[in-house]
């Protein structure tokens, strides 16, 4: 990439953090920034980039966050799908395969902070939105390392789970007692 273009996505990040960081499918690594968490509808602007293996960055996107960009990003970080509405107005979810388990997993709803449901396990239909995984776990690292890592079960059991290897959970936490708790944002 020139130093030119380079620059230009270099300015267009400023005061923006990074939301989304992942790998795709396709072996791309794939980034959204914006400046707020939840994002807005219709007020946010995001910026969507692409970086391909051969380490070249392109801008996706750059705009304002609406329904279609929300659709688009949904369906490109979920595992499952919403396949309609019951007779009561509740989306019907549809759970996609994991490699342990059946679950439906919303990425883009638990890293965009959303009150949506992010998470069912394979043997419930309890959903789970991002404020649960913060309420099971008191801490946001804690949240988002459960929340990337449980493919079948419970977000309460894989935490059981993580608390039994003593040594891993306490260097996990480690850090996450400088932030602030879920009782401590509440206030």
Known sequence: MDNVKFNKINTMLEK?????????SNGNIFQVYGRNVPLELGKD????????????????????????MKRALDEMLTIGDITGIDKYGEPIYER????QGFVYKNMWAYLNHSDE?????????DPYC???????????KVADEVFSTVDWQSPEAY??????????????????????TVDERSR
Do not use: A
Not at 130 to 140: A, L, P, T
């Open 96 to 99: 996609g395969t994991t490699e």
């Open 159 to 180: 935490l059981n789970e993580l608390q039994e290897d003593e040594d891993y959970y306490n260097h996990l936490i480690k850090d996450s007692r400088k932030e602030k």
């Open 16 to 24: 923006k953090r990074l939301i989304v960081d992942t790998i795709l």
């Open 117 to 125: 449901v992010c998470y069912i396990p394979e043997l419930s239909d």
């Open 130 to 140: 991002y404020r649960d995984f913060m309420n099971i776990c008191g801490y946001e």
């Open 45 to 68: 602007e995001i910026l969507i980039i692409k970086r391909g293996m051969d380490q070249r960055e392109t801008l996706v996107y750059q705009g304002l966050y609406t329904k279609e």
